[in-house]
């Protein structure tokens, strides 16, 4: 064996070794935990609540960064290209995992992420104007039907978007499209009237539907939410199928240690099983994810069917960034 092999085994070597000493004695600084929308929306409030519980078991602060821009794209952007060192994630969903590949991205959703946990599963929600003449899904299809091309529907990101035209899909009517840059003004013209149909999250929707300036038409999932269960499923309103998904995950650069992943999934996982967390979500319109999907085994599989699920239908929809 040459020196210069042997001198190159040793620097692989140092490498592994310094590599699994960073990994045992992580974190020794704060972590910036990136939220790729501005401050205030549901996203962020959800961020801080699980950074500041995460704070002591990792012994470290949790610093919110808010990147917004380009439906999330920017912000997932600069996680994919941090060093794999577990001091750069972001608190992720469908919009920025799933729904971004309108966009023109230079990274890979599948391939240059590491999935720290599923945190929660977030209704969707769609919501309309106080004084539409239709109180439920049933209701609304049959008005529609008998008043076409009348109803205004917000496209305000790439989950409202793909909503509408699987809706128009499965009732075989159609939308007027109307793009916002964002669920906060939309759900202001909502409640001024100037709009009729908006699909939001329900940590969104909630405190107008509970003060009575707007009303619920259905939950765009398959089951009703521990969180909401008052109102509906699509089902229930006579259109099986119209699901909608929302959620929020850890993700990591491709390539952080394992051990580091198991670290910040260890303190997630406590912070989520705290019942002040819990009784936060729950306010929100939030649902804790499983024990299951909360493992990065549980995240992965969880992104990889909403990827098999939606990609499709977002391509055949033709759905592009507005």
Known sequence: MTKRVVALALIALAGIVCAQAQAQTFPSRQITLIVPFPPGGSTDVAARILAERMRAPLGQPVIIENVGGAGGSIAVGRVARAAPDGYTIDIGQWDTHVGSIIYKLDYDLQKDFEPVGLISNNPQLMVAKKDLPADNLKDLVAWMKANPGKINFVNQNAAANVSGVLFEKLTGQKVHFIPYRGAGPAMTDLVSGQVDLLVVQGAV??????????KAI????ARRSASMPDIPTSDE???PGLYMSGWFGFFAPKGTPKEVIATLNKAMVEALADPMVKARFTELGLDVASREQQTPQGLAAFQKAEIDKWWPIIKEAGVTAQ
């Open 237 to 239: 309103g006579g259109v």
């Open 218 to 221: 259905a939950n765009l999932s």
């Open 205 to 214: 929707a909630l405190s107008q539907i509970r003060a009575g300036k707007i």
